[in-house]
């Protein structure tokens, strides 16, 4: 089978369904391929279907399209169990889980993937092939023009022809195919310049990867699985436990079901999917709770780059640990009542889709990274030694997210890491690799290193990475460029971020911005430009708050991005803007244009980043440049 298209997207997780459906919007034709049966990785095939998220994720800090997703999972709940919100009227969280804010069965986000997907489907934009792994890909002057895939139920050949190439699989499969350079593992402190990093470089401290599974607790029932041959073994090395180790070393104890002895909340609702309390009277008979805890947690060897029977043994391995950390659970964990096992545990095959009750593929934390363009660093978004309220500003900027710096046990080194962080931006250039070619990393394999992948692996960041890939690939099958002319040249730049924004994409921090208001493309390019100030009370704080007066600082910023915007001197970018209505204090906005250098002031300032921002957009400079 062959198939020519503008765009292929090689692997169908977070990453590849959010770059198929944002190329396919403008109007590519697509090929999606994807190794398992289920499209979504990490939230379906891999059954982490608790999502990691930050706490701004119900007011922003995510794109339209991701929360549409997470919009239409609620739906289905609501629709199916009557249930709106939680009973303090918080959003809907059908597990009433405590890590996250939205758990939920991997199949419900399957089927939302698949009809957010249906419409290009059907239109014959998009065709999806599952169950279709990259074998090999040929290259004509290091750029990629046909990617060999095997499909695995009958082992045939398929082959697809494309313009541009988005590797979007969870462990970077493309990048040793085409000669990409890339780094895995642990990369050496002088290579990065990270405090963190070893004084060597260690490739094969790759993060543990875990099979998930899902249990019900069914009360005087006895559902105890058979240990595995090396239960004993499993056991003692991981080791199985429910007391975690806080940063300090200090103990942190669980119970099952009841509050532990410090006052941590139970073990079982930690990642529970669905809460049959919450959900009556019409919801299920039994909670259902997502088993993903450091007791299954993979650690002693990785399935990467490595000969193809240890990569077999590893994932072997990975699934006896899984199952013998549930036959633990159901014999030897100590009870809330006294005793020891809880028989009562039930796996679920049918959450997961598979005989043996595991995820499908296993949760990967860390994949092959490419030499980037841009490379991302642990102290570019770690929030020791940062003073305002965001991380390093990229002026590249093609996305946020936010999540600590968390780290799991690797092969050769047990320890975790957990550090804070704060809210930061995905460059554009960590997307590209350091080439002129025609492939984008469109998933975990983006510009990082092995410590700030920590931070850029969940959810919505991944799904952020996917987005910008596909829209990337969109904007340069539309004007015959590759993917470092994008980069290289700030006119493009800014025209695909412009793209982004119209997307509903955040190009920066600013999650009291409407998205809805006509304006919110240009205040995102903005922002993009440098708008938020770095000094004054403004960089102090999360939320701009666009409809107060401009201080000195913020007038500085805005005019500045603004004048980046129009590619014009902020003198000359005065005269392009009506003038203001209503004027901000006149010693403030002279101080804010001596700022810029700028000797005299108009007769009116900008009062405020909305009107500044609405200003643009019914001057039509912005869209008139990059539209």
Same mark, same amino acid.
């Given at each position: 089978?062959?198939?020519?298209?503008?765009?292929?997207?090689?692997?169908?997780?977070?990453?590849?369904?959010?770059?198929?459906?944002?190329?396919?919007?403008?109007?590519?034709?697509?090929?999606?391929?994807?190794?398992?049966?289920?499209?979504?990785?990490?939230?379906?095939?891999?059954?982490?279907?608790?999502?990691?998220?930050?706490?701004?994720?119900?007011?922003?800090?995510?794109?339209?399209?991701? #929360?549409?997703?997470?919009?239409?999972?609620?739906?289905?709940?609501?629709?199916?169990?009557?249930?709106?919100?939680?009973?303090?009227?918080?959003? =809907?969280?059908? +597990?009433?889980?405590?890590?996250?804010?939205?758990?939920?069965?991997?199949?419900?986000?399957?089927?939302?993937?698949?009809?957010?997907?249906?419409?290009?489907?059907?239109?014959?934009? !998009?065709?999806?092939?599952?169950?279709?792994?990259?074998?090999?890909?040929?290259?004509?002057?290091?750029?990629?023009?046909?990617?060999?895939?095997?499909?695995?139920?009958?082992?045939?050949?398929?082959?697809?022809?494309?313009?541009?190439?988005?590797?979007?699989?969870?462990?970077?499969?493309? =990048?040793?195919?085409?000669?990409?350079?890339?780094?895995?593992?642990?990369?050496?402190?002088?290579?990065?310049?990270?405090?963190?990093?070893?004084?060597?470089?260690?490739?094969?401290?790759?993060?543990?990867?875990?099979?998930?599974?899902?249990?019900?607790?069914?009360? +005087?029932?006895?559902?105890?699985?058979?240990?595995? %041959?090396?239960?004993?073994?499993?056991?003692?090395?991981?080791?199985?436990? @429910?007391?975690?180790?806080?940063?300090?070393?200090?103990?942190?104890?669980?119970?099952?079901?009841?509050?532990?002895?410090?006052?941590?909340?139970?073990?079982?609702?930690?990642?529970?999917? !669905?809460?049959?309390?919450?959900?009556?009277?019409?919801?299920? %008979? #039994?909670?259902?709770?997502?088993?993903? &805890?450091?007791?299954?947690?993979?650690?002693?060897?990785?399935?990467?780059?490595?000969?193809?029977?240890?990569?077999?043994?590893?994932?072997?391995?990975?699934?006896?640990?899984?199952?013998?950390?549930?036959?633990?659970?159901?014999?030897?964990?100590?009870?809330?009542?006294?005793?020891?096992?809880?028989?009562?545990?039930?796996?679920?095959?049918?959450?997961?889709?598979?005989?043996?009750? @595991?995820?499908?593929?296993?949760?990967?934390?860390?994949?092959?990274?490419?030499?980037?363009?841009?490379?991302?660093?642990?102290?570019?978004?770690?929030?020791?030694?940062?003073?305002?309220? #965001?991380?390093?500003?990229?002026?590249?900027?093609?996305?946020?997210?936010?999540?600590?710096?968390?780290?799991?046990?690797?092969?050769?080194?047990?320890?975790?890491?957990?550090?804070?962080?704060?809210?930061?931006?995905?460059?554009?250039?960590?997307?590209?690799?350091?080439?002129?070619?025609? @492939?984008?990393?469109?998933?975990?394999?983006?510009?990082?290193?092995?410590?700030?992948?920590?931070?850029?692996?969940?959810? %919505?960041?991944?799904?952020?990475?996917?987005?910008?890939?596909?829209?990337?690939?969109?904007?340069?099958?539309?004007?015959?460029?590759?993917?470092?002319?994008? &980069?290289? =040249?700030?006119?493009?730049?800014?025209?695909?971020?412009?793209?982004?924004?119209?997307?509903?994409?955040?190009?920066?921090?600013?999650?009291?911005?409407?998205?809805?208001?006509? &304006?919110?493309?240009?205040?995102?390019?903005?922002?993009?430009?440098?708008?938020? %100030?770095?000094?004054?009370?403004?960089?102090? #704080?999360?939320?701009?708050?666009?409809?107060?007066?401009?201080?000195?600082?913020?007038?500085?910023?805005?005019?500045?991005?603004?004048?980046? =915007?129009?590619?014009?001197?902020?003198?000359?970018?005065?005269?392009?803007?009506?003038?203001?209505?209503?004027?901000?204090?006149?010693?403030?906005?002279?101080?804010? !244009?001596?700022?810029?250098?700028?000797?005299?002031?108009?007769?009116?300032? &900008?009062?405020?980043?909305?009107?500044?921002?609405?200003?643009?957009?019914?001057?039509?400079?912005?869209?008139?440049?990059?539209?």
């Amino acid at each position: 089978m062959e198939r020519s298209v503008d765009v292929a997207v090689i692997g169908g997780g977070v990453g590849g369904v959010a770059a198929a459906l944002a190329a396919c919007d403008a109007g590519c034709r697509v090929v999606l391929s994807e190794p398992t049966g289920w499209l979504g990785g990490q939230m379906t095939s891999q059954g982490v279907s608790a999502l990691d998220e930050h706490r701004w994720i119900e007011q922003g800090g995510a794109s339209r399209s991701y #929360r549409a997703v997470r919009a239409a999972i609620r739906q289905h709940y609501r629709t199916r169990y009557g249930v709106a919100t939680m009973p303090d009227g918080a959003p =809907l969280n059908p +597990g009433d889980a405590w890590v996250s804010a939205l758990c939920f069965e991997p199949r419900v986000a399957l089927e939302v993937l698949e009809h957010l997907l249906a419409p290009h489907v059907a239109a014959g934009r !998009l065709l999806i092939w599952r169950h279709c792994t990259p074998l090999a890909v040929e290259q004509r002057d290091g750029r990629i023009g046909t990617v060999v895939l095997q499909h695995q139920p009958d082992a045939t050949l398929r082959r697809v022809h494309a313009r541009m190439v988005l590797d979007a699989s969870e462990t970077g499969e493309l =990048l040793p195919l085409a000669g990409v350079p890339y780094r895995l593992g642990a990369e050496a402190r002088h290579e990065t310049g990270e405090a963190d990093a070893p004084e060597t470089a260690r490739p094969g401290e790759v993060q543990s990867f875990t099979f998930c599974f899902a249990v019900e607790y069914c009360p +005087g029932e006895d559902h105890t699985i058979p240990p595995p %041959p090396d239960y004993a073994a499993l056991r003692d090395r991981q080791p199985f436990t @429910l007391t975690l180790q806080a940063r300090d070393g200090t103990p942190r104890p669980f119970r099952m079901f009841a509050t532990g002895p410090t006052g941590l909340p139970p073990f079982w609702t930690y990642r529970r999917l !669905l809460s049959a309390r919450l959900l009556a009277p019409h919801g299920p %008979p #039994r909670d259902l709770a997502l088993i993903n &805890w450091n007791g299954n947690d993979y650690h002693d060897a990785s399935f990467v780059d490595v000969p193809p029977a240890q990569a077999t043994a590893a994932l072997d391995a990975a699934r006896r640990l899984s199952l013998a950390f549930l036959h633990w659970l159901q014999t030897e964990v100590p009870r809330d009542d006294g005793g020891v096992g809880y028989p009562e545990l039930r796996l679920v095959p049918e959450v997961m889709g598979t005989a043996d009750g @595991l995820s499908q593929a296993p949760y990967v934390r860390e994949s092959r990274r490419i030499v980037a363009l841009q490379r991302i660093v642990a102290e570019d978004v770690l929030a020791a030694g940062r003073a305002g309220a #965001r991380a390093r500003h990229w002026d590249d900027t093609v996305g946020v997210g936010w999540y600590p710096m968390d780290l799991h046990p690797a092969p050769g080194n047990p320890r975790s890491l957990f550090e804070p962080t704060l809210p930061f931006q995905i460059p554009l250039g960590a997307l590209i690799p350091a080439g002129s070619g025609n @492939l984008v990393a469109a998933a975990k394999n983006i510009g990082t290193t092995h410590l700030s992948n920590g931070s850029y692996r969940l959810h %919505p960041v991944e799904w952020g990475i996917g987005e910008a890939a596909g829209a990337l690939a969109a904007y340069c099958c539309a004007h015959g460029l590759l993917p470092h002319d994008v &980069w290289h =040249l700030q006119r493009h730049r800014r025209a695909l971020q412009y793209r982004l924004a119209r997307r509903g994409v955040p190009l920066g921090w600013a999650p009291d911005l409407p998205e809805d208001a006509r &304006w919110y493309p240009e205040v995102m390019l903005l922002v993009a430009a440098g708008a938020l %100030p770095i000094d004054g009370p403004r960089a102090h #704080r999360l939320l701009v708050a666009p409809s107060e007066p401009c201080d000195a600082a913020a007038a500085a910023a805005l005019l500045r991005a603004a004048a980046d =915007l129009l590619c014009r001197p902020p003198a000359a970018a005065l005269a392009i803007l009506p003038a203001a209505t209503a004027a901000v204090d006149a010693a403030t906005w002279q101080a804010a !244009l001596a700022h810029l250098g700028i000797d005299a002031a108009p007769d009116a300032a &900008w009062p405020s980043w909305a009107w500044a921002a609405a200003t643009l957009a019914e001057a039509g400079a912005v869209a008139a440049t990059y539209g």
